[in-house]
């Protein structure tokens, strides 16, 4: 159990860190803008109030600490993700890791934001109200993408070391 969460906490804190890095090379690079972890953190505390949608999040009523609650958040999500690669790659994978199973896992990353996330922040599914929408969503398949190459990276270092 010790090393399942071993993984677990590696591979998940290593991939969103990644996740993180490819959006800071999106910004530097091409100009493209920055998760806004406080508004996420902002959503995440509306939750246990009741609140799921907002029709704008920026809109909402603030909360102190946001940001922190948005970047714990975010990390803690990718580890969530790290644990279900880890059960649905069986264990198996730990000692051969292969792309597959945190590459689907990666994917269907991009259906959280898309029916959950995007929605519950006033941006519509799969950012459908927002003007850069097709934009968001390219930038959402390659940002998960890489997060699932890195669960993959995370899991071969281990079974490595």
Not at 96 to 113: D, R
């Amino acid at each position: 159990m010790q090393d399942f969460v071993v993984r677990a906490l590696v591979m998940g804190v290593f991939a969103t860190a990644v996740l993180d890095l490819w959006a800071l090379l999106l910004n530097r690079l091409f100009g493209f803008g920055l998760p806004n972890w406080a508004l996420v953190g902002r959503w995440f505390a509306h939750l246990p109030r009741g609140r799921f949608v907002h029709a704008d999040i920026a809109a909402a009523p603030g909360f102190a600490n946001e940001l922190a609650i948005g970047w714990i958040m975010h990390y803690l999500v990718g580890i969530a993700f790290a644990v279900a690669t880890l059960l649905l790659a069986g264990p198996v994978f730990a000692k051969a890791p292969t792309p597959f199973w945190p590459l689907v896992v990666g994917w269907v990353t991009i259906l959280c934001g898309w029916l959950i996330l995007q929605p519950g922040m006033g941006g519509g599914i799969a950012a459908s109200k927002r003007a850069n929408r097709t934009q968001i969503r390219i930038l959402n398949i390659l940002g998960h993408t890489v997060f699932g190459l890195a669960l993959w990276a995370a899991a071969l270092a281990l079974a490595r070391g």
